[in-house]
Structures are given as C-alpha cells and as structure tokens.
C-alpha cells in the first residue's frame, strides 16, 4: 500500500471508527465528549488542523480524504491522536470549530455542587458503537446493573472448532471490506494457537514494533463486533493484568458474557486461578 493510501486508511479508522468508539465508552481522556458522530470529529479535526482560520472545505475540495496532501493528513492524524490521548481539548476544538463556520456556540453544561459533569445522553449512533472487545472504564460502585447477574436464555452458542482452517479465515478477513487496520489485529488472532492466549498490549507491541504506533486500546477497538468470531478466535485475546477483559461489549468478570468467554476459553485448554487470573504467559510469537 501506498505511504498515501496508509495515511487515508490511518485517517478513516480514526475520526469513523475510534473516536466514536471512545465517546461511546466515556473514555476519561475528554471530560466531557461533546460529539459522537463520525461526521462531527471529522468537522472539528479537520476545521482546526486543515482550515485553522477558516472551516476546512475553503482550503481544499471535499471529500478531504481524497483531496489531502499527505502533510495535511499527517497534521489531521496528529490531532485525531491527540484527541484520544486528552492532549488536545474536544469541548475547545469544537467551540473554535464553531466560531470558524458563524455558527452559535455550544453552552457547555455546568457543574453541578458535587463538581459532576452531567452525563449526555446516549444517541442510537453510539449504540452501534459498542463492541466485542472495546475495553470499557470500570462502572461506578453501586451502578452495575442487576441483569448481568441475571441467568439469560439469550445468550449466544457460540461453537468451537478443533479443526479450523485458518487459511480459508485469512482469506474471508482479506476479502472482506473493513478497513486495513482491522484486517492486520483479526489476522494476529489467526496466528494464536488453540489452547494458548494474548493480550490487548501484546498485539500493540507487535504492531509498533513492526507495522505503525498504535496502542491496546486501538487494537480493542479495531476487534469490536468480529464478523467471523468465533473460527476467528477474539475470545483468545486478555487484559494485560491476566484477567477475563471483554467480550461482546462487556468487561470482566462481571460482564453479561463472562460466563460464555470462560466456556470458550476451558474448552481448548486455558485455566485460570483462584484470583480469576490466567493461567502461563501470553503468547507473542506474531509473525
């Protein structure tokens, strides 16, 4: 691929997949997260890495990911990233943003006495958003619901194969249409073998060791809703700490699929202690 096909593909996943998927999980790095929507981080990074003193379509033609030098995606990337990391203030890139296209700025909302940032309220959008191994922030004490605990006849079977064929899995990832970020973290589980497991910080080691900076919080996005779980194995993958870590949108031990992760995970040999922690070192031999 080219260094320019790179930089579209780097940009794509991020302002249409990442940071969505961060608001969706009140990631801490923004206090607040005032946007959700693909379209709206597009706006703001590209308004103030691109247009800087005017919005982004006066100084280059729409769709900016086709019309962007390879310097102008770069800065968009560079922002993006900061964004995610809390480098850079979304509440105050989105005001300027604002005030670049004459459009009345957005009222933040105001502590309350207890220093809270009121929560907003969560949009259809975001609920595509969650994912199969997104990591999630721990729930407040005293806000988990009572459900998970629930016994649930709806719960998946997900079918475990002894005999998969990790060439035909390669090849549907390949021909499939998600983006390149996400074809290069499902082909890494292709190569865990059965019995064995790695982890978020392990595949992102790999990656930047050998392909382009990312991290685990990258990869556990890039793994949301796997198309071809469960012969591609995501359930293979662990929080760094050796504990459950997601699975369908949930996290640990608590979450609504623990139980159905567990299952998996015994049935081809994985064991965990007494403290929930796994069982031996994770594997990463990636090639």
């Known amino acids: 691929m080219a260094a320019l096909e790179e930089l579209q593909e780097r940009w794509r996943y991020l302002y249409q997949e990442y940071l969505p998927a961060l608001a969706a999980a009140k990631d801490t790095a923004q206090k607040q997260w ?10 703001i990074v590209l308004d103030n890495a691109i247009g800087v003193d005017s919005p982004w379509t006066e100084k280059i033609k729409s769709p900016a990911i086709k019309n962007m030098t390879a310097t102008q995606l770069q ?6 990233e900061k964004l995610a990391t809390g480098e850079a203030n979304l509440f105050e890139l989105d005001q300027k943003s604002l005030q670049l296209r004459g459009k009345k700025e957005k009222k933040r909302k105001a502590d309350d006495a207890s220093g809270k940032v009121p929560t907003p309220k969560k949009s259809k959008k975001d609920a595509t958003v ?7 922030p721990k729930s407040p004490p005293g806000q988990k619901e009572e459900k998970d605990n629930a016994p649930d006849e709806t719960l998946p079977k997900l079918p475990v194969k002894s005999d998969v064929d990790m060439s035909v899995q ?11 970020f996400r074809k290069q973290t ?4 292709c190569q865990i073998p059965r019995g064995r497991y790695s982890t978020y910080g392990a595949m992102a080691d ?3 060791n050998n392909s382009h900076k990312t991290c685990a919080r990258a990869v556990g996005n890039a793994m949301r809703n796997n198309p071809f ?5 995501c359930h293979r993958i662990l929080a760094g700490d050796g504990s459950l870590g997601g699975f369908k949108g949930s996290w ?12 998996l995970l015994r049935e081809e040999g994985v064991r965990f202690d007494s403290k929930g922690k796994v069982k031996g070192p994770p594997f990463r031999d990636f090639t």
């Open 130 to 136: 969650s994912s199969y191994f997104l990591p999630s």
């Open 186 to 189: 499902l082909s890494m589980l």
């Open 34 to 43: 005032t946007v959700h929507l693909d379209h709206c981080f597009a706006r």
């Open 75 to 80: 800065s968009a990337i560079d922002l993006a």
């Open 252 to 263: 640990g031990e608590e979450g609504k699929y623990a139980m159905l992760k567990h299952d």
């Open 170 to 180: 390669l090849k549907r990832i390949e021909d499939s249409s998600i983006t390149a």
């Open 206 to 208: 790999w990656i930047s």
């Open 229 to 233: 779980a469960p012969e591609v194995p």
